[in-house]
């Protein structure tokens, strides 16, 4: 699975930006899309994941902030991040994991930077 991801920028406080991905290949019937983001000097982590069922689960601290969605018939999945802070800086990177019977497939896609001034 290829996963193609747009969106990242520079956006000040308080701002808002849509992060945007598109999985293509042999994508898989249950399968779980999600971002994860790595700030500088830090480990990645997970902002947020949606089953293609609708099942979500977000980051504590993006609660409330971030609302992730997608679109089955077009494998893709979206990211709205609204009220950034600049602790939202980091390298975003979206996420393909296959379930169930397709666990072994599993993608990551190129990063994109989001960056947040204060």
């Known amino acids: 699975v290829q996963l193609q991801a747009s969106g990242g920028g520079l956006v000040q406080a308080g701002g808002s930006l849509k992060l945007s991905c598109v999985a293509s290949?042999?994508?898989?019937?249950?399968?779980?899309m999600g971002w994860y983001r790595q700030p500088p000097g830090f480990r990645r982590e997970l902002v947020a994941s949606?089953?293609?069922?609708?099942?979500?689960d977000y980051e504590d601290s993006v609660k409330g902030r971030f609302t992730i969605s997608r679109d089955n018939a077009k494998n893709a999945v979206y990211l709205q991040m609204n009220s950034l802070k600049p602790d939202d800086t980091a390298v975003y990177y979206c996420?393909?994991?296959?379930?169930?019977?397709?666990?072994?497939?599993?993608?990551w896609g190129k990063g994109t930077q989001v960056t947040v001034s204060s």
């Open positions: 996420n393909y994991r296959g379930e169930g019977i397709y666990s072994g497939t599993h993608s």
């Open positions: 290949g042999r994508t898989v019937r249950f399968n779980t």
């Open positions: 949606i089953s293609n069922g609708g099942v979500t």
